[in-house]
T-cell receptor, first 112, second 112 residues
Framework: GAGVSQSPSNKVTEKGKDVELRCDPI?????LYWYRQSLGQGLEFLIY????????KSGLPSDRFSAERTGGSVSTLTIQRTQQEDSAVYLC??????????FGAGTRLSVL | GNSVTQMEGPVTLSEEAFLTINCTYT??????LFWYVQYPGEGLQLLLK?????DKGSNKGFEATYRKETTSFHLEKGSVQVSDSAVYFC???????????FGTGTQLKVEL
């Protein structure tokens, strides 16, 4: 597609369940970024991929969070044993030159 | 540590009014500075940027000047339109350029 695509757009889950969030980057973009936007807070960096490797995962808030990227394209962010504080909008962006021009519309996660 | 401080919103203006959204940052060195915009229901998109002191970024009638001495990057527009209603985020690159540090965002509402 023309832009960064994320799915699902909304996800409601029960505390303790696992969730998977998907990001389809712009075709040809080698770098992929995940951010989190919590209510009343700025965007928080989670993880950065260059190709399939993640040279910077310093923003992942706990070991319940993991992410992978396959084929240098699609990325999946997995949150295990979700907690209410995980409720946020999860945003993905991709880049070919390090400049983030566009983010996806995000996945709004609600943990009940 | 690294941080961005933006004026709190919402900012409500009448159409054709002058807009200023203040942004100051705390960072080591001289990072590249950015303004992003998030229109209702859409993902963030880069609005403008400045990469060195005294640079002026501009786009869609918006401007911001990189002020090293005051560590500021205030966003301005001479005459706002209803279509400018959105959330505006100030940001800069840290961590070797792999991660953006964002402000909390400022919501702008423009009324007829």
């Amino acid at each position: 597609g023309a832009g960064v695509s994320q799915s699902p757009s909304n996800k409601v889950t029960e505390k303790g369940k696992d969730v998977e969030l998907r990001c389809d980057p712009i075709s040809g973009h080698t770098a992929l970024y995940w951010y989190r936007q919590s209510l009343g807070q700025g965007l928080e960096f989670l993880i950065y991929f260059q190709g399939n490797s993640a040279p910077d995962k310093s923003g992942l808030p706990s070991d319940r969070f993991s992410a992978e990227r396959t084929g240098g394209s699609v990325s999946t962010l997995t949150i295990q044993r979700t907690q209410q504080e995980d409720s946020a909008v999860y945003l993905c962006a991709s880049s070919v030159d390090g400049q983030l021009n566009y983010f996806g519309a995000g996945t709004r996660l609600s943990v009940l | 540590g690294n941080s961005v401080t933006q004026m709190e919103g919402p900012v409500t203006l009448s159409e054709e009014a002058f807009l200023t959204i203040n942004c100051t940052y705390t960072a080591t060195g001289y990072p590249s500075l950015f303004w992003y915009v998030q229109y209702p229901g859409e993902g963030l998109q880069l609005l403008l940027k400045a990469t060195k002191a005294d640079d002026k970024g501009s786009n869609k009638g918006f401007e911001a000047t990189y002020r090293k001495e005051t560590t500021s990057f205030h966003l301005e527009k001479g005459s706002v339109q209803v279509s400018d209603s959105a959330v505006y985020f100030c940001a800069f690159f840290t961590g070797g350029g792999n991660k953006l540090t964002f402000g909390t965002g400022t919501q702008l509402k423009v009324e007829l």
